[in-house]
């Protein structure tokens, strides 16, 4: 009986499982997989390429840490126009106030869309 499973997708790891007690087919799984290549790297900079298991380049790592950092930006800039959230309620009542100003000094007003993509920005 194998005591470690890494599934070839998810990076699930199993443990004291027997092959046939996997939750999907074997083929899926990786059974005592060598993980010293990646050992103290989160599975997310893991590459699976047949049974074997490396790290990425550290520009590979750079390029998913950017991706994740951006996608964190929009979940937080998303924020503000979201229905019923404090966050969008105080960017209304601000972006208001903001419009005002503006508009005495003959200025356009901005759009909850344009002040959560310059909120973004500044994040």
Request: zero cysteines; glycine letters at 4%; a neutral charge.
């Amino acid at each position: 009986m194998a005591q470690v499973w890494l599934h070839r997708t998810t990076l699930r790891q199993l443990h004291s499982v027997s092959p046939a007690d996997l939750p999907s087919p074997r083929t899926e799984w990786i059974e005592e997989p060598d993980l010293s290549a990646v050992t103290g790297f989160a599975p997310k900079y893991w590459i699976i390429t047949g049974n074997t298991i490396t790290l990425m380049s550290a520009a590979a790592r750079a390029v998913v840490d950017a991706a994740q950092d951006s996608s964190e930006l929009d979940v937080i800039a998303n924020q503000l126009e979201e229905t019923r959230s404090i966050l969008r309620g105080f960017a209304e009542v601000m972006l208001d106030e903001i419009n005002s100003l503006r508009g005495l000094h003959g200025r356009q007003p901005r759009t909850l869309r344009q002040l959560r993509n310059a909120v973004r920005n500044k994040l």
